[in-house]
C-alpha cells in the first residue's frame, strides 16, 4: 500500500529557477527511499514539496492512508540553542500540546535511543555535530513519525560518524516500521541505507532510474567491503552518470 | 586574566590617575575654579550629600521608570512591526526620524507642552523617547533572525502564531534585545540629564540640575562632585544590565560563552 505518491510534480522558484522539472515517485510503506542526483537537483525541494512546507506549481502529492505524522531532518542539527538536548527534543511534542510528564517521557526515551541518554541536560553548544544531530533525529522520533523526510542530514559529519549514525538509523527506522525519504548525493551511502533508489537528473530534477535494492538482513562493516555492495553502487554510479550526462538509465 | 586582575587593574589605574591629578593641580597652584582637586571635591561632596541624595535618587527614578517605558514600548512595537510588514513600512522611517533628531533640539517644545511645573514628567518622556529606539531596532532585526529550518520545523508541527513567537522568535531575538537593552541603559541617563539641562530651572531637582546650578555659582567642586556621582550611576547601570545579559546568556550564547572564558 503506498504511503505517498508524488505525480508529476514541478516547481520554479520566483527567481526564475526551476528547480524540479516532473517527478512522479510512489512510496511504499516501510520503503527506505533514497534519493540521489547531482548538487541543485532539486533534491531538497522535492522533500520540502512532501513535508508541504512549499506548494508545487503543477502536480499532486496524495498520501492514499492520510497524511501521516511526519518528520523533518535537515542538513544543519537546527537546534534551538537556548534548550537543552532534552527541551529540543521535547519541541515537537510541546507544539502539539502533548501533556508535559508524557511529552518528558517520550523525549527522554527518544535521546536514550539515539545513544545520548546521558546529555539531557547539555545545550547544543556542549555538543559535537555528530551528537548534534543526534539530537536532532531524536526530535524527530519522539513525535512518533510514520514518514520521516532527511535531507543530506549526515553530509557534515566525517565519516566514522557518518557510518554510526547510519547503522543506527536503519535499526531505529526498522523498529518504528518508518518510512523514510531520504535525499543523499553519496553514492555509497544511497547503497548502504535503502532499499530503493531514485536516481534524478540535474536542474530541472526528474526521475531518471528507480532501482531496488535487496540488502542483506544484517548491514554492517563487512558488507560494505563486498563485491555484491561494490556491484550496488556501481548500478547507482552508473544511473547516476546516465542521468548527468542527459540520458535515461537503461 | 584571572578575576581578581580584571578588578585590579583599572582601579590602580584609576587611582594613579588620581594621585597624579591632585599632583599637577596641587604643584602647578591651578585656581579651584579651573580645575579643582580630588582633595577638594571630596568635602564638597560631604557638604551636599544630602541634597546630591536627594538628586540622585530624582534622577534615578527618572532614568528606570523612562527605561521601563521605552523597553515595554518599544517590545511591543517590535512585535506589531512582526506581524505586519506593512505596518513596519509605513512607521519605521518616523520611528527613525524621532532618532536622528537631537534630542536637546526637540526638548525644549517637550517641556512647553507638559510644562514647566512637571519637569520630571517631561525628564521621563525625553528618556523615554532617546531609549526607545536601540531597543525598537534590536528587537526588530532580532524578530527575524530566527533559524529558517528551525521556522519550517515549527510549521512542519503545526505551532500557532503565539507558540512561534514566545518559544522561536523572542528567544532568538534576545541576544539583540539585550544588547540594544544596554545601549538604551545609557541613553536613558543621558535623556534625563539633557531634560534638566534644557529646562534650566522650574521644578528640577535631578543630578542635571545640581551641575548645571553649581556651573552657575561657580561651585567648581561641588560639579564635578555631581559629576563623579553621574558617571558612578553610568557604570552601575551598565554592570547591572551587563550582568542581566550573562545571566539571561551565559548558558547559551556564544558571546556570553566567551566572556565566561
Redesign the interface.
Known amino acids: 500500500m503506498h504511503i505517498l505518491a508524488l505525480s508529476h510534480i514541478a516547481k520554479t522558484f520566483d527567481s526564475g529557477t526551476r528547480a524540479v522539472g516532473d517527478v512522479s515517485l510512489a512510496v511504499e510503506a516501510g520503503d527506505f527511499l533514497t534519493l540521489v542526483g547531482p548538487s541543485g537537483c532539486g533534491k531538497s525541494t522535492v522533500l520540502?514539496i512532501v513535508?508541504?512546507?512549499l506548494r508545487p506549481d503543477a502536480g499532486a502529492v496524495e498520501f492514499p492512508q492520510g497524511r501521516p505524522e511526519?518528520g523533518?531532518v535537515?542538513q544543519?542539527p537546527?537546534l534551538?540553542?537556548?534548550?537543552t538536548a532534552l527541551g529540543n527534543a521535547r519541541?515537537?511534542l510541546?507544539?502539539?500540546r502533548v501533556p508535559r510528564a508524557e511529552a518528558q517521557a517520550r523525549a527522554v526515551t527518544a535521546l536514550e535511543r539515539v545513544g545520548l541518554g546521558g546529555f539531557g541536560n547539555a545545550?547544543?553548544?556542549e555538543l559535537s555535530g555528530g551528537m548534534k544531530m543526534r539530537v536532532s533525529i531524536a526530535r524527530a522520533l519522539a513525535?512518533r513519525p510514520r514518514l520521516l523526510l532527511m535531507d543530506e542530514p549526515f553530509a557534515a559529519l566525517d565519516e566514522f560518524t557518518r557510518q554510526a549514525l547510519n547503522d543506527d538509523l536503519i535499526k531505529l527506522a526498522r523498529e518504528d516500521g518508518i518510512t523514510v525519504l531520504f535525499v543523499t548525493h553519496s553514492v555509497y551511502e544511497s547503497t548502504y541505507l535503502s532499499s530503493r533508489v531514485a536516481v534524478m537528473t540535474p536542474r530541472p530534477g526528474r526521475i531518471a532510474a528507480e532501482i531496488a535494492l535487496d540488502p542483506p538482513a544484517t548491514r554492517d562493516a563487512a558488507w560494505r567491503l563486498t563485491p555484491e555492495f561494490a556491484a550496488e553502487a556501481a548500478r547507482i554510479s552508473r544511473a547516476l552518470a546516465a542521468a548527468t550526462a542527459g540520458r535515461e538509465a537503461a | 586574566m584571572n578575576r581578581a586582575l580584571r578588578i585590579a587593574v583599572p582601579l590602580a589605574l584609576g587611582a594613579l590617575v588620581i594621585g597624579l591629578w591632585q599632583f599637577l593641580v596641587r604643584h602647578n597652584g591651578v585656581p579651584v575654579y579651573v580645575l579643582p582637586a580630588p582633595s577638594d571635591i571630596s568635602p564638597a561632596f560631604r557638604d551636599s550629600f544630602a541634597e546630591l541624595m536627594a538628586a540622585l535618587w530624582t534622577t534615578l527614578q527618572v532614568t528606570w521608570i523612562a527605561f521601563v517605558l521605552a523597553f515595554v514600548s518599544a517590545m511591543l512595537l517590535a512585535v506589531v512591526f512582526n506581524l505586519s510588514r506593512t505596518v513596519e513600512m509605513a512607521l519605521f522611517p518616523y520611528a527613525v526620524v524621532l532618532q536622528v533628531t537631537p534630542m536637546v533640539s526637540i526638548a525644549p517644545v517637550i517641556l512647553i507642552w507638559i510644562g514647566y511645573e512637571h519637569v520630571e514628567r517631561a525628564a521621563v518622556l525625553i528618556a523615554t523617547i532617546v531609549a526607545f529606539f536601540p531597543i525598537l531596532s534590536n528587537a526588530t532585526v532580532g524578530l527575524r533572525s530566527a533559524?529558517s529550518?528551525?521556522v519550517?520545523?515549527?510549521?512542519?508541527?503545526?505551532?500557532s502564531r503565539w507558540?512561534r513567537l514566545m518559544?522561536?522568535q523572542l528567544?532568538?531575538a534576545?541576544p539583540y534585545i539585550l544588547s540594544g537593552v544596554k545601549v538604551a541603559g545609557g541613553l536613558a541617563l543621558i535623556g534625563a540629564i539633557v531634560a534638566e539641562f534644557v529646562a534650566g530651572s522650574g521644578t528640577a531637582t535631578g543630578l542635571g540640575w545640581v551641575i548645571t546650578e553649581a556651573g552657575r555659582n561657580l561651585q567648581i567642586a561641588k560639579m564635578f562632585a555631581a559629576l563623579g556621582l553621574l558617571s558612578a550611576v553610568g557604570v552601575a547601570n551598565f554592570y547591572l544590565l551587563t550582568f542581566v545579559e550573562w545571566a539571561l546568556l551565559h548558558?547559551?550564547?556564544?558571546s556570553a560563552?566567551k566572556q565566561n572564558a
Open positions: 520540502r513535508a508541504g512546507l511526519t523533518f535537515f544543519e537546527a534551538m540553542p537556548w534548550a519541541l515537537p510541546e507544539l502539539k545545550y547544543p553548544r513525535a | 533559524d529550518n528551525l519550517d520545523l515549527f510549521r512542519l508541527y503545526g505551532a507558540q518559544r522561536l528567544p532568538a534576545l548558558r547559551w550564547h556564544e560563552v
